[in-house]
Nanobody
Framework: QVQLVESGGGLVQAGGSLRLACAGSGRTFSSYAMGWFRQAPGKEREFVATINWSGVSTIYLDSVKDRFAISRDNAKNTVYLQMNSLKPEDTANYYC???????????????WGQGTQVTVSS
């Protein structure tokens, strides 16, 4: 069982930066792949980025890969999403998730946080 708590969301102007953090509980955190997803009002949940258990392998949504960076610190049971050059279309509730494989599909993740809101003003 893994419990996840996101933090770091907020209101930022276009072009600004935010760093999201996702703190996990449990001794098995380091064995899980971690993903970030987002959901805007009226839209489906969308894959953003994922990182494998060791941090060596990452995958990004094409529209964010030159602006966002996912990383993890297994000693702190935490995964991060550094978001730079934010755009209004990045506005969404951002969720972290834990699963066995670092893949894009939400159904592959077993544990989810409650989300943190990111709002980018133009």
């Amino acid at each position: 069982q893994v419990q996840l708590v996101e933090s770091g969301g907020g209101l930022v102007q276009a072009g600004g930066s935010l760093r999201l953090a996702c703190a996990g509980s449990g001794r098995t955190f380091s064995s899980y792949a971690m993903g970030w997803f987002r959901q805007a009002p009226g839209k489906e949940r969308e894959f953003v980025a994922t990182i494998n258990w060791s941090g060596v392998s990452t995958i990004y949504l094409d529209s964010v890969k030159d602006r966002f960076a996912i990383s993890r610190d297994n000693a702190k049971n935490t995964v991060y999403l550094q978001m730079n050059s934010l755009k209004p279309e990045d506005t969404a509730n951002y969720y972290c998730a834990a699963g066995r494989l670092a893949v894009r599909t939400p159904n592959s993740y077993n544990y989810w946080g409650q989300g943190t809101q990111v709002t980018v003003s133009s």
